[in-house]
């Protein structure tokens, strides 16, 4: 199994400002994904990062407001930009297991961001 | 389309009875299915899954699930609970038609066990 670290691990923002969340795994993987989860809510994918093209975002997401950095098969960043309460939230990232996302692969996940956005 | 159904967002069972989470699916194709838990403050951990074969699956920490194709349901099961069991559990799919593709989750369900 991945395992995958995050920083921050929580952060208290205020309205406006930004933050980058990291997200490091200990092996290389083709495809990272971004979920958001609401308190006591489930997953909503963010987006899918792949190392060496543009993130594909899912409906309702777009790149000004969360901006991906993808430099290597390690390594990703989600930055949530301008933010208002309403982004306070779980930010998780995740990697398909067995070394690609064969539909039979499970995922792995970080242990999470928990941002409050005053 | 893909999709998961978790009908319970509660399920409360005292210590020591059996346990039943109930998820069902829509797919396309094949299914191949997951279940996650989450404790409080942390990531979601995996607990099993269904690819193919027989249809009981056993997983981490006692906890087993029944694939049923016929009723496209893949509930998670536990003969005894503990209360250390307490947390939010996922269901999650994959159509086989939709490899190289994030996981679809369920809403998850809440699951209180009672000492």
């Known amino acids: 199994s991945a395992v995958i670290s995050q920083k921050p691990s929580r952060d208290i923002c205020q309205r406006g400002t930004s933050l980058t969340i990291q997200c490091q795994v200990d092996?290389?993987?083709?495809?990272m994904f971004w979920y958001r989860q609401q308190p006591g809510q489930s997953l909503t994918l963010i987006a899918t990062a792949n190392q060496g093209s543009e993130a594909t975002y899912e409906s309702g997401f777009v790149i000004d407001k969360f901006p991906i950095s993808r430099p290597n098969l390690t390594f990703s960043t989600l930055t949530v930009s301008n933010m208002s309460p309403e982004d306070s939230s779980i930010y998780l990232c995740?990697?398909?297991?067995?070394?690609?996302?064969?539909?039979?692969?499970?995922?792995?996940f970080g242990p999470g961001t928990r941002l409050t956005v005053l | 389309a893909q999709s998961v159904a978790q009908p319970e967002d509660q399920v409360n069972v005292a210590e020591g009875n059996p346990l039943t989470v109930k998820c069902t699916y829509s797919?396309?194709?094949?299914?191949?299915l997951f279940w996650y838990v989450q404790y409080p403050n942390r990531g979601l951990q995996f607990l099993l899954k269904y690819i193919t074969g027989d249809n009981l699956v056993k997983g981490s920490y006692g906890f087993e699930a029944e694939f049923n194709k016929s009723q496209t349901s893949f509930h998670l099961k536990k003969p005894s609970a503990l209360v250390s069991d307490s947390a939010l559990y996922f269901c999650a799919v994959r159509d086989i038609l939709f490899r190289n593709t994030p996981l679809v989750f369920g809403k998850g369900t809440r699951l209180s066990v009672i000492a």
């Open positions: 092996s290389q993987v083709t495809m």
């Open positions: 995740s990697v398909p297991g067995g070394g690609g996302a064969g539909a039979y692969n499970e995922q792995f």
């Open positions: 797919v396309s194709g094949n299914p191949y």
